[in-house]
C-alpha cells in the first residue's frame, strides 16, 4: 500500500485516502493545436517501466491536487510536491537519481 | 508429432507413459524469419498458429522473455463470453468464442471449453436498462445472449443472496453459450501446434531493442543475438508501451496491476460464471474445486504484478454480500497481472508507425476470452495488410475520435 504524504495539508495517510489522476507535467494543446499535437497530449502516454510523475488527488482530507514521483515497479514514493510546478523540485530528482541513475522524462531528467 | 488420442493414452498405459514426446522443441534462433512475433502468450502464439494455418507463412518466430504462457495467459480468471454492446467489439469476441468451441479437435489439444453460461448481475436500475440495450444489441449482431430476471438467477445460482445489503439483484444478462477453458492449455495447445508447422518458439529471450532502416523495421536486438525479419508482431499486453518506446513511438496506453485469487477446493456449488459488476467481484468455480475470484484494477499504473491490498479486501466484501456462503472460505492464492488498458477498453490491433510492425494490445482485463478471435484477426492484418475484424481497431481510432467505447458498457474487469 502506498503512503503518500499531502504537500497541501501536510496530512500522511494510505493510498486509499487518495485518487490518482494520471500524468503530470503534460503541456496542453487546445484550439489552433496540430492533429498530431493535439493526439499526443489527450492519448499518448509515457506509461514507463519505472520512474513516473504524477498527479494525485486528496480525495478524503483537503481535496487538493498534488504531485508525486513514483516507481512503477518497486512502487517506491520519491516525494510529492505542490501541482503549482513546472517540474520536479531538485531534492526529488536527485532522490531519483540515487535509485535509478540516467532516468528521463520528456524534456527534463 | 503424435496425434493425442484416447487409444494413444491406452498405448502408454501399457508401457508405463515412455512414449510421450515433449509437446514442442526449444530450437536455438535462426538469423531471419519471415515474421517475428514477440510475446509466447495466447495472444502472440495464436497469430503465430493462423498465420501458418490460414495463410501458409511457417517462417515465423515467438520470442518469449519468460516461459511460454507465463504472463497473463497464466494469471487470469479464465472467462470467456462475447455479450459486448459494440458491433466491432461483439464481432470479434463472438468469433473467439465460436473458435473456442471447437478448439480442441482443431489442435488436438483439450484446452477444456466449458460453455458453462455466464450471468452479468444488474444491481442497479442504471444497470438493469443498460444490460437489457446490450441484449437487444446482441440480438442484432447475432450474439445469443437474454435479460433474465432475479428468479431466474436463483434458479441458476442457488447459492446467491438475491437482495443483498447493499445491491439487491434486480435480473441478469445471461450467455448460455460463454464459459470458461485451460488458461494454461490454451497457450500450450497453440504452441504445440505452431512447433509442429515448423514454428521456433524461443523462451527466455528478451527483446531489448529493435532496429530500423528509415522507416522500416528489420529486425529485433535480444539478448540470444540479433535476429531480422520483414515482419515483426509486438503482442506483449502490459510490456506494450516499453516495446513501442524502444521501436519509437507512444500508446495511448496504461499498464495496471490486475489481481485474482482462489480458494481452498470445496465441493461443486456453483456451475456458472457471475460477474457482479456494481460490487466489483466475479467468480466461478474450477473443476478442481477452487472458487475462482476477480475483481478490480489498481488505481494507478505500475507493473508489480501483485496488485493492492485493499482491492482484494473490496472484491471479497462484494462476493461476501453476494454469495454469503463464501464468507468462511480460505484463500489459497492471490496474484497480479499487467494489464495493458486504453482510454476506451477496447484493444489496438493495428499497423504502426514503423513500416513492417504491428501491434497487437491494450485488451485490458479481458484479454483471455479474445485471444483465438485475436490471433485469427490479427494473422490476416499482418499477412494481408488488413482484416475485416481488426479494421475499426487501429491505432488511427485515437486520431479520429472514433472510440469503441467498452468503458461505460464494462464499467469494470471484462
Redesign the interface.
Known sequence: MLILTCPCCGVTGEETEFHQGGEAHLKRFGPGASDDEFHTYMFAKENPKGVHFERWRHNNGCGKWFHAARDTVTLEVYGTYPAQTLEPPKEIRDAITAKRPGWTWREFA | MKHYSAFAVAREALRYHMGWERAWASPEPKKKYDVIIVGAGGHGLATAYYLGKNFGITNVAILEKGWLGGGNTGRNTTIIRSNYLQDPSAAIYEKSRSLYETLSQDFNYNVMYSPRGVIMLAQTEHEVRGYQRTAHANALQGVTTEFISPQRVKEIVPIINLDGPRYPVLGGLWQARAGTARHDAVAWGYARACSAMGMDIIQKCEVTGISREGSKVTGVTTNRGDIACDKLGLVVAG?S??LADMAGF??????VALQALVSEPIKPCMDCVVMANTVHGYMSQSDKGEMVIGGGTD??????QRG???HAEETVRALVETFPMVARLKMLRQWGGIVDVT?DRSPILSKTPVEGIFINAGWGTGGFKAIPGSGCGFAELMAKGHSPLCDEFGLDR??QGRFIDESVAAGVAH
Open positions: 510490456h508501451g516499453h507512444r500508446l495511448p496506453i496504461e499498464s488505481g494507478y499504473n505500475n507493473y508489480t493492492s491490498f485493499h482510454g485515437f486520431y
